[in-house]
């Protein structure tokens, strides 16, 4: 088999927006225009369904337990219990109801946990620094802090985790 034929998140672990609409996990336009919804990055069919289980309004589905998510957009309310549960941190809430604000839903296993109102690092699928923004809910479930920033539209999709940067 030749390097070509691997896809690139078996490589480095990074999943295109390409691969997630191949998928059927990129939530429809008209769902994203009506609040926040659930964004599913698990490409692979390994064994593992608690983001069914987890999801109290029944919106994700799987045939078997090895399988991709299925993701029943008008059940999905965004309400983020799914980010704090799943094991593979691969689950996100996006938020593009608002003309000039937009709002990404990240699990954050680190310490400290930013405090609401607080100023963030975002950074992308590599890690790196895109940017900065303000964080607007924060809640912990299952030892996973669950946070949400306000960020630029234009890095929706491209902010997958934070950064907490004090002073000392
Ligand atoms: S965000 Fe909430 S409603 Fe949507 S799939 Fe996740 S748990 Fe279910
Ligand atoms: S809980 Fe996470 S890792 Fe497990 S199947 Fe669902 S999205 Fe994939």
């Known amino acids: 088999m030749t390097s070509e034929k691997i ?10 927006l390409e691969v997630i609409k191949e998928l059927g996990l ?23 369904n608690i983001c069914v289980s987890a ?7 799987m045939d078997s337990i090895i399988d991709i998510p299925k993701v029943d957009w008008d059940k999905c309310t965004g309400c983020a219990t799914c980010v704090a549960l799943c094991p593979g ?8 109801s608002k003309e000039d604000k937009a709002y990404i839903t990240v699990p954050h296993e680190f310490i ?11 950074l992308n699928k590599e890690g790196k620094r895109v940017g900065k923004g303000k964080v607007v809910r924060v809640f912990e479930r ?3 802090y669950v946070v ?8 929706v999709f491209e902010v997958r985790a934070i950064w907490v940067e004090r002073r000392k």
């Open 7 to 16: 896809p690139r998140y078996r490589v480095d672990g990074i999943i295109s």
């Open 26 to 48: 990129f939530p429809p336009e008209e769902r994203l225009k009506k609040g926040p919804v659930v964004l599913i990055e698990c490409p692979e069919k390994i064994p593992c």
């Open 55 to 61: 999801c109290p309004f029944g919106a994700i589905s």
């Open 89 to 96: 941190l691969a689950i996100f809430v996006v938020d593009l």
């Open 112 to 122: 400290p946990a930013p405090d609401v109102g607080e100023e963030v690092i975002l």
């Open 142 to 144: 299952n030892k996973t």
């Open 148 to 155: 949400t920033v306000e960020v630029p539209r234009e890095l």
